[in-house]
């Protein structure tokens, strides 16, 4: 096979082959772009327009001295053309199509070649325009788009690269695609939606007074009837060649119409509901899922660095955004409720939203999110259906950790998937107790995801002693326990968050704790409820750290969390003298609030004690920025089971504080810290949430900009943070790309 390809021909001018001719030529691709077209006038007025290089008046000529050959005809006319230039392409010749059906296309060169040849690649460019012919040709049709090639059982791993990198050439994104399944994919995704265009069309034209219904309809109207004015040749054509997978896809969407026919006609306003909040959600959501990237439309998919500026002072008072492990339980629980569950305070951020299209995508009906507002129409424990396929989770360890306890009894089977972050994150420490309870589960080595979870499986209740503290793997098991046959017990080394706990008991579920034990009884349904997210108090201890070590700062933070399992952060300051008060306590359902207020005052280096570090697991990086903003040293000790987590992030802050000009240092008791003055830097979080907003926070006190590299997972977590640490007083700035 030559190295180079120097003269492609291109048979079929229409729009498809117009458009790779002109983007081909226009790159310079090759030497010479020859085009070919029965089409008499079409092929002149290629030349003419500067579609392509050459007119070829003689078809086997011209493959004769082409290195590429691209079949651009319509599928019908496929086989009469690899037919009668079969006899004049070299063995070198590479050959593919632009057919969007692939099937026929494979068959019609089996038929005439006998073998396929290896240099035999077919392909479809997934682009297109209502437009034909030479004149409609764009050399930017193929920009962002994709191109789905389907390599053969013969083709050749150079062939495939080859037609792949010609592809490439004019901008598209080249994919692969077994044969039959693309002819089914495209059934679904391009051949049904030009088929429904047509027949409301030609429906509504039949109707005695279509002139009115065409005068006056709506943009949606035309947006959708578009692609209803495509060649009605080239789509009679598709169908012959794509028949039964179009059927297929013919006959599920009506299916589907009739149950809207009949929710309409019985006036069954859950069941619209759902139709029309999965429609709306995957619609939304639709290109993110399959690019395994963001749920969240605030969620920035590239590069974010922070630049925080030395100085300044907090002020004024802040509402933080709802609890994100609140949020995860009151989507998973409120679905498993009877009844309908209103929700106050969620957090739209992409771990919580992962949640949420999950349960839509088991055929739980949930409205909104809006403006934290969200309305479920539980099903009870029981009534979660089949996904249609897997459930996609982003980088939301806590939404598949729960989610595998909760799948493990349903009678259908499930698999969960999450982004390239989430995928090298082991889930073996719920694997295994959920094995131990009968679950049936499968994943990557290591317990890596993705999870495939075998449905139908009879659990049994367990006594489960953590070898470290997780309340993420705590609530799986106990989630896996409501489907248990007998009570399931938790032993926890030192209590983790309780959240879970606490919501089960709110919706009716019998919950039993003492003793470093946690244990669930099976056998109750759960009865729907309100229910209020509280602030994040994770968020709320960046506000708090900022505020103690930045003189004169004083600030309000509203309805925070102050779960006893979640404010050692509180407790830590105090201890090293912090000026915080909590005023307005109370309960919200089944969790304590309260507005917290903090003045500055200088902060004392302390030994921090090692029963309250198991409640302030995650803000270690925060209380580390805190000692270094404190007189004498602090010990920030590594314990509990969490410890190799713990150390990990006490290394990284360890070796950040060091690079800021700080006397610091990691042992075997964990990391001392000895105040002193901050310098400034270039500095990388490692995609770790806390480490990034605590280096925000160092700023505060640090003598020249703080940057701060690979951020995008706060925008994960906390999409506001940003937006409200400039409200407080904290000079920062987000750059992306």
């Not at 037609?163 to 039959?180: C, I, K, N």
């Not at 994100?324 to 305070?345: D, F, P």
């Amino acid at each position: 096979m030559r190295s180079s390809i120097k003269r492609v021909l291109v048979i079929g001018l229409g729009l498809i082959g117009g458009s790779l001719a002109k983007a081909l030529r226009q790159r310079r691709y090759c030497q010479t772009v020859v085009g070919y077209d029965r089409n008499a006038e079409e092929l002149e007025a290629g030349l003419a327009l500067g579609v392509i290089d050459e007119a070829a008046s003689d078809l086997c000529e011209a493959v004769r001295s082409a290195d590429l050959v691209v079949l651009a005809v319509p599928v019908k006319a496929t086989d009469a053309v690899l037919c009668e230039i079969r006899p004049a392409l070299r063995p070198e010749t590479l050959l593919t199509d632009v057919g969007s059906t692939k099937n026929n296309v494979v068959a019609a060169a089996r038929s005439i070649f006998g073998e396929l040849p290896p240099t035999f690649v077919p392909g479809h460019p997934i682009a297109g325009s209502e437009k034909s012919g030479v004149a409609a040709a764009d050399a930017r049709l193929f920009e962002r788009h994709k191109v789905i090639l389907t390599p053969t059982e013969t083709s050749s791993a150079a062939a495939t690269l080859a037609v792949a990198r010609m592809w490439q050439s004019t901008g598209a994104e080249v994919l692969q695609m077994e044969v039959g399944r693309h002819d089914e994919v495209l059934a679904a995704t391009s051949h049904l939606p030009h088929m429904l265009a047509f027949s409301l069309v030609d429906t509504l034209a039949a109707e005695a007074q279509s002139t009115d219904i065409f005068r006056y309809a709506a943009g949606g109207f035309r947006d959708f009837t578009r692609i209803a004015a495509s060649d009605p040749t080239m789509w009679h054509d598709i169908c012959l060649a794509n028949r039964d997978a179009i059927l297929g896809q013919i006959d599920r969407f009506a299916a589907g119409v009739e149950k809207l026919r009949q929710a309409i006609a019985s006036g069954d306003s859950q069941a619209m509901l759902g139709i029309f909040t999965r429609a709306k959600a995957s619609r939304d959501h639709f290109s993110r899922i399959l690019s395994a990237s963001a749920y969240s439309q605030q969620q920035n998919t590239g590069p974010v660095t922070f630049r925080a500026q030395p100085g300044g002072a907090l002020s004024g008072r802040l509402r933080l955004p709802g609890d994100r492990s609140i949020s995860h339980r009151a989507i998973m629980l409120g679905s498993l409720a009877e009844g309908v569950t209103e929700i106050e305070g969620f957090l739209e951020s992409e771990d919580s939203l992962a949640s949420l299209q999950a349960f839509r995508d088991m055929g739980v009906v949930i409205e909104g999110p809006h403006q934290g507002a969200v309305k479920i129409y539980g099903v009870g424990l029981w009534g979660l259906h089949s996904p249609p396929g897997p459930l996609y989770l982003g980088s939301s360890g806590t939404s598949m950790r729960l989610l595998a306890g909760l799948l493990t009894a349903q009678p259908f089977d499930s698999e969960l998937i999450g982004d390239a972050t989430l995928s090298k994150r082991s889930m073996m420490a719920v694997i295994e107790p959920l094995r131990q309870m009968g679950a049936c589960i499968d994943s990557g080595a290591g317990g890596l995801p993705p999870l495939r979870i075998r449905g139908g499986q009879r659990l049994q209740g367990i006594e489960h002693r953590l070898p470290s503290p997780s309340a993420q793997v705590k609530s799986a098991i106990l989630l896996a326990g409501l489907y248990a046959d007998g009570d399931t017990r938790v032993l926890e080394p030192s209590q983790t968050r309780d959240h879970t706990e606490r919501m089960l008991r709110g919706l009716g579920c019998e919950v039993r704790t003492g003793n470093g034990c946690v244990e669930v009884v099976p056998g109750a349904s759960l009865q729907a409820s309100r229910l209020s997210v509280p602030g994040d108090i994770s968020l709320a201890a960046v506000f708090m750290t900022a505020a103690a070590i930045a003189p004169g700062s004083e600030i309000l933070l509203e309805h925070v969390g102050v779960n006893p399992t979640r404010r050692g952060i509180v407790d830590i300051l105090r201890l090293m003298g912090a000026d915080i008060e909590l005023l307005n306590a109370g309960n919200v359902g089944a969790e304590p609030v309260a507005d917290i207020r903090v003045r500055y005052r200088p902060l004392s280096g302390v030994r921090v004690p090692a029963d309250l570090v198991p409640t302030a697991f995650d803000e270690c990086p925060l209380l580390m920025v805190a000692a270094a903003c404190a007189s004498g040293e602090t010990l920030v000790p590594a314990v509990g089971g969490r410890a190799a987590k713990v150390t990990e992030r006490l290394r990284a802050m360890v070796t950040t504080l060091v690079a800021l000009g700080i006397d610091a240092r990691l042992d075997d008791e964990g990391a001392r810290i000895r105040g002193g003055r901050l310098g400034g830097g270039d500095f990388e979080s490692g995609g770790d949430t806390r480490v990034a907003m605590a280096l925000a926070v160092a700023a505060l006190r640090a003598e020249d900009e703080i940057r701060i590299g690979d951020c995008a997972a706060v925008a994960a977590s906390f999409p506001e943070f940003v937006a409200l640490a400039r409200r407080a007083g904290i000079r920062i700035r987000k750059e992306e790309g």
